[in-house]
Structures are given as C-alpha cells and as structure tokens.
C-alpha cells in the first residue's frame, strides 16, 4: 500500500515532525539518535541543521519557536545533560509555537559513557514526557508532543531508546500539516521570557498550575490505555519494555501508558485494584515504580528486574515464570572495539604510549585507543572534559606534571565544548600541552559535518572554522601543525612542546580514510626471512597487522591502507613497500 512504510524509530520521528509542519530542526549528531536529522533533511519542506553542541541546539530551537515556528531538538541521552541549561528555565518561560525536546538513551551503554535515565529530565523540569514504543507511536507522538505543547504552553520531552530507535516497523504515512494552520506571530513579552527574579518567581507559579492541569490531562489522554488480558496479573509499563513484556506475556492485563510524566493516578488506581499479581516493568531507573508508590500502591519492580543494563525478554522471562531461557551457544570469539586499519590515530597514540604520558582523553574514535595494544588513554569523562582534566592534573602537582600530561580532544569535539577549557588555561597562566585530532569529520557518529568542514548539514558550503587563528586569537602562542603519519616529527614536536613553560597546542591534522576514500597507491608486507617475530609492529594495534596460518606475522593486502606505520616502527626492515598494482599481479 502506498501510504504503508517499513521505518526506524528515528526514522519515524523524522516523518512525524515532517507531518506535524515542524519549521525547524537542529541538534548534535550522538548515537543513537543521529539518524533523526539526517532523514529529516531529506524533506525540503522542513529547514534542519547541526548545531556546534546541544545547548546552542535547544538555545535555536527555542529562538525559532519564540518566533512562531514549531521547532525540534534531538540529542542523544548526554546531550540533554549540556542543553539542560536552557531546558529547565524553559520550563518557566513556555514557548509561543511547539518546541520539542528529542532525547534517545542508550540502555546498556552500547555507544556510550554513561546510561542516565532522561525520565528524570521531566520530573526534574515539571515537563511533559511522551514514550512511544514502537515506530508507529514513533511518528504518531511527535505530533501529540506538538499539540501538548502548545496547549498548555511548555516543552515536551519525547523519550525513546536505542532498541526503539534501531528497531524497524510498519508505519502508516500521512500528509504535511500545512504551516500556515499553526504560523504564529513573534511573541513579545518580557515578563513572560525575560528570567529575571521578579519575573521567574511567577512563572514558578505558572509552573505549578500547569502541572495541575497536566495531571487531569493524563488521565483522559488516548496514548495511556488498559489492555485487558485473559490472566490475573496486571503489568504497568512504557515504551520498549512494553514490547518485551507483552512477548514474554501476552495473555496479562496491560496498562501501557505513553505519557509518563505527569502519570495518570486515577487510571493506575483503577487498574491495580483488579490484580493481586501486579507488576512495573521499565528499563533503568525505577521511574514509574517510585510514582506508583507514592499513590499508596505496591508493585513489584526492581526487586524483580535489574536496574542496570537494556532490559530484554529472557530477563523478564526470569523474573515473571522463574525460569530461564535457553540460550545457543555459539562461541563467537571475543574481539574489542579498535580503531580502523591505518587510521591517523595510531600513529599518534603508539607514539604517547611510548613516551609513557598521561593522557586525558575526551569522546571520538580516539577513546578506542584506552584498548589494548595502545592502551594510551588514561580518562575519558564527558565530551570537552579531557583539556579541563588535564589543566587540573597540572594544578595539583603546582605544574610540575606539565612534562608529562598532555590533553587529547577531536576536532568537533574541540568545537562543541573544548573551547572555554583552553581558554581557561590561558587565563590561569596554565602550560598543558593540547593535541587536537583534526580528522575533518565527526566520525564516531557516522561521518558528519561540523564547523570545521565548512559543509552544513543540508551539503552547503560556508566558512570553515579555522582552529589555528581562533587559538591564537585565545592567546595561545605555540600552535603547531603535525601529519600524524610521520612518527618522527610526532613524537620530536610532543617531546619540544611538553618542555615549554608555555601552553601549545598541536594540531594532528589527516583526514578519516571512512570519509576521504583515499586511493591506496601502496600496500605493505611483511618479509619471512627478515622478520624475527619480535611483535613489534603489533603494538601498534593495526587490524591488518595479523598472525597467519603458518603463525607468523602478516599483513593483510585486503585491509592495509598503505599508512606506512608499520614499516616506521620495524627495526629489522622487514617490512616493505609493494605497489598495489604488482600485488593484484601477483
């Protein structure tokens, strides 16, 4: 059928943003919620771009439904943790059109630092939280966040996870709401938006009336429904954990609710005085279980299910039948995360391994050099954070580490929060050594533009941001250059610059071989009779760099890149350099 799509989660959010007339979109690409805006530019109707980090996001958003446009912001579940600034006082101000507020968490930490749990945003900002469960709801509930929006004046939080996000599902597709119905006109109106103390202690009222109002919403809203069941065990649950627990039970009694904050009491009421049996089922923290507790009622929850980790059915399962699974083994061999095949990173790293520096890293493909061989990273908190660290490292030791920190941080890492740290060195007469990964992309997340490339996200080319002048314009004189490549003039610039008295900054620029897609002109191999096995070159942590057949070292033609690295870092020159043509010969 025509109007029927197979669609992701962010896919879906895409298109209910696309159906709602959303004007604009913005956020910061984090997986797992970066797929939202890059299926969201691909409807023209619907202006959409990266912003240099999630609270300059939510800052446009705001600025954009302030002028009378419904506007989104997406960021994955830490991203919230940078915009929230500007989220909790929104909370006081209202909007004038919709304003959204996108957050997908990442349950069991699959690409990232911590887990937190974004329901408590809402509770925590008294703001409406919508948590679809499947694409369809996906899509459905970007429209429902609008409306709530506006209705009652306020952000919304839509909520999902990764599972959700990833996951794939039929949707039914419906038209664009044509934006002259919702265009409203600049609002202006100090006392309303102007957060000074006399005007914030009123909207701190408004505050709390609105949630009142909220409350009695809820109960009525058609995204929280009973399913009645054939068993006498009653289930309150949300989102993905909704999906998980009516495959491990589908003959129970359901209370699904999609608007979780403020919750329905007066429903949970009606609904757990049928069950002696009655459970909370949700992933992490024991959001719904501590609201439905605080009514007087009783479930079991955490007790029964774990607190950490993605919540799946063999876990619920467990819990519910007390009986496990079976599980097939399939004795799938272990393999950590490392980075690509002569990526400009190795180089760089193997060399700070080898000078034995602590190294404060920061978010990017680069944490992956904290894995063995490398083992070149020492901490990786939040994204910015490494430049801070290391200017702390250097004030506890009253500067006498200097010769032995230095900072590590990416290019659009640098930008999206990077900056006020190395300012800060600066203005406290600080001497760290800053190495920036200028790989002319955000990589991690998939490849995409920031201001550094000076492409947008609709493939415009602007001003690239130029990281030499703007960090001399901080007042950092030592500003340096490297190819990363060249392990010589490495690992000399980094010992120079580690013994100056003042702060520097080097600049390891090469761009990712994902997004440049060099042609490999040259290709490596190694040399039977003139290798000696020492081990040295697996140091480096290279994947083409293996153990053959035969248990000696090789290098794989299919996956070398022709980086050279390994043949820098041979003591035996038993690596050489063959043309590509010759070994497609051959």
Known sequence: MKNIELLSGNEAIARGAYESGVFFAVGYPGTPATEILEEVIQYKDVKAQWAPN?????????????????????????????AADTLMTLSYTGINAGLVAVTVDDPGMYSSQNEQDNRTYARFAKIPLLEPADSQECKEYVSLAFKISERFDTPVLLRITARVAHSKSIVRIGHRLKATTIKKSLLRNPEKFVMMPSNARKRRIFVEKRLKKLKNFTEKIWCNRIEAGKKNLGIITSGISYQHAKEVCPDASYLKLGMTYPLPT??????????????????????????????????????????????????????????????????????????????????????????????????????????????????????GAGIGVASGLEIASDNRIKQKTVAVIGDSTFIHSGITPLLNIVYNKGTTTTIILDNQTTAMTGGQPHPGTGITLKGEKVPKFNYERFIRALGIKRVMVI?????????????????????????????CLLIAKRKRNKLFEIIGHKCIDCGKCLKLGCLAIAIGDDERLCIDPQVCTGCSLCKQVCDMDAIEEIEVESREKS
């Open 266 to 383: 007066l429903l949970i009421k009606r609904f757990a005085k049928k069950f002696r049996s009655l459970y909370v089922i949700e992933e992490l923290e024991p959001f719904l279980e501590e609201q439905v507790r605080s009514i007087g009622i009783y479930p079991k929850g955490k007790e029964s299910f774990p607190i950490t980790g993605e919540l799946n059915p063999d876990l619920i399962e467990k819990a519910l039948r007390k009986k496990f699974t079976k599980k097939v083994d399939l004795k799938l061999s272990p393999r950590l995360p490392s980075l690509c095949a002569g990526c400009s990173y190795i180089g760089l790293f193997y060399i700070l391994k080898k000078l034995n520096l602590v190294v404060v890293g920061d978010i990017g493909c680069y944490t992956l050099a904290a894995t063995v061989p490398l083992s070149a990273m020492d901490t990786c908190i939040s994204m």
């Open 483 to 511: 190819d990363s490549y060249n392990l010589k003039e490495t690992e000399e610039v980094i010992k120079r610059e580690l013994i100056s008295n003042q702060p520097s900054v080097i600049i390891a620029r090469n761009p």
């Open 54 to 82: 999630e609270k300059v996001a939510m800052d446009v958003a705001f600025g954009v439904a302030l002028g009378g446009r419904r506007a989104m912001a997406v960021m994955k579940h830490v991203g919230l943790n940078v």
